[in-house]
Each structure stands twice: as structure tokens, then as C-alpha cells.
């Protein structure tokens, strides 16, 4: 099974995300979006075959979303799909691509679906949370 992470390796989440991927036994092929950037072709097909929109996949903390005016609900997608192009990191993140499926990875559980052996537990979060068992 071929799985695909669109990774930014400075965010817990996505971390989080590779190390479960990695714990399942699969070897992800990981693109850190941040250094290639994205294409609009790429960006409209990942969402939609994740049932994202533009809006829907802004990225609003830790990112300069709110900076470029774009938290302005009269901002359309084609305006918020340029600036996702101009500055990669306002797409949020991780979102994982594989033969069950594409899904924006947040929280980090929902990669789960996406696996076809589920990773040994219990499972701890980069974030310092607690251990959760993954069944």
C-alpha cells in the first residue's frame, strides 16, 4: 500500500500523523509541502477527494491567515486558493493520501482509516498528552 503525507515536520500534529503511519508498518512517501509548495491542480484535487473546501482547509493558528485578511467570510475560495499558493503554510495540515482514501488528519486518530494494519498501542501524542490506546 502506497500512503503519501503531505508533512510540515514543525507541527506536532503532522508528527504525530508520520509516526503512526511508520508504527503501522507502511513506509509513507512524505512531501514537505512547505520547501515544493503546491500546484492549484494538486490543491483542488486533494480536496476534493478529502470533501474539503478552500475555506474548510485554511489553516487560521500559526499562520498568517488572519495577517492577509482572509478569516473575511467574503473572501471566495479562488482568492483564499491564491494566497494557499503564495504561502504554502496556510493549508492546514497533515493531509494523507492512500488507497482508502485522502483526509485532512485532524486530530491525529483520524489517519486510522486510512491504514490497513492499525499501529501497536498504546499511542503517545507529540503534543505531551496523555497515551491513548489506538484500537
Not at 503531505?6 to 509541502?33: F, K, Q, W
Not at 484535487?45 to 473575511?72: H, K, M, Q, V, Y
Not at 483564499?80 to 499558493?85: C, D, N, W, Y
Not at 482508502?100 to 486518530?109: A, D, F, M, N, T
Request: hydrophobic share 40%.
Amino acid at each position: 500500500m502506497t500512503i503519501v503525507i503531505h508533512h510540515n515536520p514543525d507541527c506536532g500534529t503532522s508528527r504525530n500523523v508520520l509516526a503512526m503511519i511508520e508504527a503501522s508498518g507502511e513506509t509513507p512517501v512524505v512531501i514537505n509541502y512547505l520547501d515544493t509548495g503546491w500546484t492549484r491542480p494538486q490543491l483542488l484535487a486533494l480536496f476534493a477527494a478529502a470533501g474539503l473546501t478552500p475555506r474548510t482547509a485554511l489553516r487560521i493558528t500559526n499562520s498568517p491567515a488572519e495577517a492577509l485578511g482572509l478569516l473575511d467570510p467574503a473572501v471566495n475560495d479562488e482568492a483564499l486558493l491564491a494566497a494557499m499558493l503564495d504561502h504554502p503554510v496556510l493549508v492546514n495540515r497533515p493531509i494523507v493520501c492512500s488507497p482508502k482514501g485522502v483526509r485532512l488528519c485532524r486530530p491525529s486518530e483520524a489517519v486510522l482509516e486510512l491504514l490497513d494494519r492499525l499501529p501497536p498501542g498504546p499511542e503517545t501524542k507529540d503534543d505531551c498528552t496523555q497515551p491513548t490506546d489506538v484500537k
